[in-house]
């Protein structure tokens, strides 16, 4: 049965009975189609073909984004894409100098692929043909304005043609094509949805074997189309001089063959589009009630709804060998999804990141427990060139899982990320308990603050954390530097120095090192500013040299403040903790007078919860009165003898009265005050003792 490419082609409706013609092409393309399926990365491969064929057909100087094929995946192939993708170029090349009718050779292009699936076959086909497309627009376009493009256009035997003739030729191919990249859309699109989801009642079968039907008709068309359009390619280069009749058949033929692919396309976009919304509704609507399932015995089920309904390997790990990791290796286990946009995290929070948690001295004891997984999510639906380059060498750099294909994930798993979990631009870390269920919708602030110690990540432990925490200097470097962290453990005497001002730092440097020179046992370090430039920082992190405190070491500091304040709000939205208000109020006020441009310095003692802030004028003091304040450090420890020399309380933190007491014995020597940290004086109280 021949058919021609300007057989009439009627609309058909999901419930219309095919024709007999409709029913012969769909016989004959599943009789070339094997079950062993090769599967293709088809989007980011459809994307780079798209591109071809549109500035192929469009005049345009734009820059475009190009794509990496290097990482497009020939699944269960053994030879690579580059060499699938050119021997289809030349089987087409074949075709098109063979006898046979155009059936035919249609049939046995498709043979030819027949063990890819069907969205595989379509881009597959289309990438072969707009290679030879790409290439022969382009000599035609600027083999006037290239030597090399002329020189071409001479072998080819293409410099002396009247384009103009040819161009309604070309307009014809032009919009022909544009439906053929359309159609393949609609393939692509349904290929890719888990029909899983819809085929479990006889209602979902019929409504798939619809479609069906119409995606082995649009790939039948398409491979025609493609023959077709390639086979006047030919005819231009082999044609000895302009025919204005053969260029008008042509032309019509084109015409006609884009007319019945566009009638064809907007059947199955309908279809395709319902099928579709059904499933989404269906998954979201599964995922929704599986987060909620109290009952569930692991966090398989939810993680293959989220991740491996189109692929059984839906991680890869760049840690091992193995690279691609199925969704069985996170059973039992704690799951930490880090939702970000591809380029993940500012540096500093990424370095931070990965210190408080594969670098973290208690990690060892629990990093078989639980494991964070890279969900990257592009700002676009079409990934960009820097989008793909930064996720590329950061799955391949950090020590977690990453979804393999990010690009693949179903549109239902998207809107829950950003409807349900309020993904925007700010990175989440979204946590699964080991049944499956979400125990913190982000444990980013928490993982940055305590890391490894914070395990099992979930909401209780934030607000148990804070509730036994204090304000001291253990929290306050907790993470930046380990060795810092030993040192202020240790209970060594700690000064905190923060201001943009070079010139005042240098100062500050010169005397607090006169007294420790003098004796003063007192470790300085110096952090500068959070809003200073990147020059103003490296200057800073030089006066830390001793104890390398560097820049990034800085930059996590300050981070980590950020971080503290963010997670007390929003714990004590929820829950009360007896210490939320003084936690609040001392980060604040450190970030405050950071913000204030201000010079200052905090002076504490090891992990003790005491510390001293001295800003502006009252720094100053704290040098001219050294020789008061020194005689009570024996007695008064470092913070008591500085707030000791200010009967007015000028160097006080907290500016205002006290009128605490406490009864100790006579001879108990110097008191320091429970609530003011200050000296007590002595007030003598007699109590009479009846008993004896």
Not at 227 to 232: D, F, G, I, K, V
Not at 359 to 367: L, Y
Not at 422 to 451: C, Q, R, T
Not at 494 to 508: A, K, M, Q, T, Y
Request: include cysteine; aromatic fraction near 10%; proline fraction near 2%.
């Amino acid at each position: 049965m021949e058919l021609s490419g300007n057989d009439s082609f009627t609309h058909q409706s999901p419930s219309t009975e095919l024709s007999l013609q409709q029913e012969f092409i769909i016989n004959k393309t599943i009789l070339t189609h094997e079950t062993n399926q090769h599967i293709v990365d088809c989007k980011i491969l459809f994307q780079a073909m798209e591109n071809v064929m549109f500035y192929a057909s469009n005049s345009s100087n734009d820059i475009v984004d190009v794509c990496i094929l290097d990482g497009i995946e020939n699944f269960a192939s053994k030879e690579t894409l580059d060499h699938a993708v050119y021997k289809i170029s030349r089987a087409i090349l074949l075709q098109c100098h063979d006898t046979m009718d155009m059936h035919t050779r249609t049939l046995v292009l498709l043979e030819m692929l027949g063990n890819y699936r069907w969205d595989a076959k379509v881009v597959l086909i289309l990438t072969a043909f707009a290679i030879s497309y790409g290439e022969f627009r382009l000599i035609l376009d600027v083999y006037a304005h290239s030597s090399l493009a002329a020189s071409l256009a001479t072998l080819k035997n293409l410099c002396w043609r009247n384009f103009e003739a040819l161009r309604p030729q070309l307009r014809a191919m032009e919009m022909l094509i544009k439906e053929m990249v359309e159609l393949a859309k609609c393939v692509v699109r349904f290929e890719s949805l888990p029909l899983q989801l819809v085929l479990c009642d006889d209602h979902g079968c019929t409504l798939m074997a619809a479609v069906k039907s119409q995606i082995y008709l649009a790939t039948y068309w398409i491979f025609r189309s493609s023959l077709t359009s390639a086979s006047q390619i030919r005819d231009l280069i082999a044609m000895k001089q302009e025919n204005s009749n053969v260029t008008a058949n042509a032309a019509w033929g084109l015409s006609s063959l884009a007319l019945r692919l566009s009638r064809l396309c907007n059947c199955l976009r309908l279809q395709v589009d319902a099928s579709q919304k059904q499933i989404e509704e269906q998954l979201y609507k599964m995922l929704m009630d599986l987060l909620k399932d109290q009952t569930q015995v692991d966090n398989q089920k939810v993680l293959h709804l989220f991740f491996s309904l189109n692929d059984d390997l839906p991680f890869k790990d760049s840690s091992c060998s193995q690279s691609k990791v199925g969704i069985s290796k996170l059973k039992q286990k704690i799951v930490m999804l880090l939702v970000s946009k591809p380029d993940l995290l500012p540096v500093d929070q990424t370095l931070l990141l990965l210190q408080q948690t594969h670098e973290h001295p208690h990690n060892k004891n629990i990093e078989q427990d639980y494991e964070i997984v890279w969900v990257p999510i592009s700002s676009s639906e079409t990934w960009t060139l820097d989008e793909l380059i930064s996720f590329d060498y950061l799955s391949n750099s950090l020590p977690w899982l990453s979804v393999r294909q990010p690009w693949l994930l179903n549109s239902a798993v998207m809107r829950m990320i950003r409807e349900e979990w309020k993904f925007e631009e700010k990175p989440l870390m979204v946590v699964f308990d080991s049944h499956g269920l979400v125990s913190n919708y982000n444990a980013m602030d928490m993982v940055l603050i305590w890391g490894a110690k914070a395990f099992p990540f979930s909401e209780w432990r934030e607000k148990e954390l804070w509730e036994e925490q204090k304000w001291n200097l253990q929290l306050m470097f907790d993470g930046t530097d380990q060795s810092l962290t030993n040192t202020v453990d240790g209970g060594r005497n700690i000064c905190i120095c923060g201001s943009s001002n070079l010139d005042w730092i240098e100062e500050f440097e010169s005397r607090i090192k006169k007294l420790q020179n003098s004796g003063l046992q007192i470790q300085v370090i110096y952090i500068g500013s959070r809003n200073a430039s990147e020059n103003t920082q490296t200057k800073v992190g030089f006066f830390n040299k001793d104890i390398s405190f560097t820049p990034i070491k800085i930059r996590f500091f300050w981070r980590r403040l950020e971080k503290i304040k963010d997670s007390i709000l929003r714990v004590g939205q929820f829950h009360n903790f007896a210490n939320y208000e003084t936690l609040l109020k001392q980060v604040s006020e450190l970030l405050d007078t950071d913000d204030d441009n201000s010079n200052w310095a905090v002076f504490g003692c090891g992990n003790s919860k005491d510390s001293v802030k001295l800003q502006g004028n009252k720094i100053l003091k704290f040098f001219e009165r050294v020789h008061v304040w020194a005689l009570k450090l024996a007695t008064l420890g470092l913070v008591g003898a500085i707030r000791s020399v200010d009967d007015d309380d000028e160097v006080n933190n907290t500016m205002m009265t006290c009128d605490h007491t406490n009864m100790v014995p006579y001879d108990q020597g110097p008191v320091i005050c429970d609530k003011c940290k200050r000296l007590m004086k002595p007030f003598v109280v007699y109590q009479c003792d009846g008993s004896k």
